[in-house]
């Protein structure tokens, strides 16, 4: 049985759909913990609730104190590392800003890992977590690039429309199709390989609260799909390169989906 364990900033609804999926088998797996990095976070109720332990990271305290200095980097932080791995940031970004940005979030990072480790979980899965995981954190828990261990689900269908407002961004630009896309955690913000997607049509003169609600339902569904997909071994991550007319190519890491085991 997969042990899941699920990190959560805000209402925890698609963690509700991950541990009503283990429940009634449409994952072979339980979810073993709930964390967040919000204190407030309604969805840590709804965990505790469904009997699931809880656990915050207040990540906003300890920002608060690398900035005043009452809190430093954990030892095994490399800062070089760090920035060279990290594809967040643009080549404009000051860097000052950007080691104020790592540092801080590994100090974060280094707490959540100590609070995971007990668990010995197999998959982590992201369910509104409003934080963007470093390279601190990558590096330990999911070490192998082709062996990913870290579950997003993303509000648009990726590449496009990545960051905090899927949704929103999809209806602003007057997409005439809208979905959600769950994929892998890599370096970058919603860059990692792609699992699967799901698409609706939007309908001429709909609400962004509609399509919110449409896009919603899409992901509690899709969400325990993938789940279900890695408890069966069924990803595999390939890398792969692109030759382009010109000459030029790209490498890029891709999800096929094995067959099912019989």
Not at 98 to 125: C, G, K, N, Q, T
């Amino acid at each position: 049985m997969l042990r899941i364990g699920a990190l959560i900033s805000g209402s925890g609804t698609n963690l509700t759909a991950i541990i009503d999926g283990c429940e009634n088998r449409r994952i072979d797996g339980a979810v073993v913990f709930a964390g967040a990095d919000n204190p407030s976070a309604a969805g840590l109720t709804k965990a505790r609730a469904r009997g699931v332990e809880t656990f915050v990271v207040d990540y906003r305290r300890i920002i608060d104190e690398i900035s005043a200095g009452a809190l430093t980097a954990p030892e095994d932080f490399l800062l070089e590392d760090a920035t060279t791995k990290q594809r967040l940031f643009s080549g404009r970004t000051d860097p000052a800003d950007m080691r104020r940005f790592l540092v801080s979030r590994a100090a974060a990072e280094a707490r959540l890992l100590d609070l995971i480790r007990p668990y010995s979980i197999d998959l982590l899965v992201l369910a509104g977590f409003m934080r963007t995981l470093t390279p601190y954190f990558i590096d330990r828990f999911s070490p192998d690039p082709l062996n990913p261990r870290i579950m997003n689900i993303h509000p648009a269908l990726l590449p496009a429309f990545p960051g905090v407002d899927g949704y929103g961004d999809t209806w602003r630009y007057g997409c005439k199709v809208a979905g959600c896309t769950v994929h892998f955690i890599d370096y970058g913000e919603d860059t990692g390989p792609i699992i699967g997607q799901r698409a609706f049509d939007i309908d001429e003169g709909s609400s962004i609260e509609v399509l919110r609600e449409k896009g919603l339902q899409m992901e509690w569904a899709l969400y325990p799909h993938c789940i279900q997909l890695f408890a069966e071994g069924q990803l595999k991550v390939e890398e792969t390169v692109f030759r382009l007319p010109s000459g030029k190519s790209y490498r890029r890491k891709r999800v096929r989906i094995l067959p099912k085991k019989a």
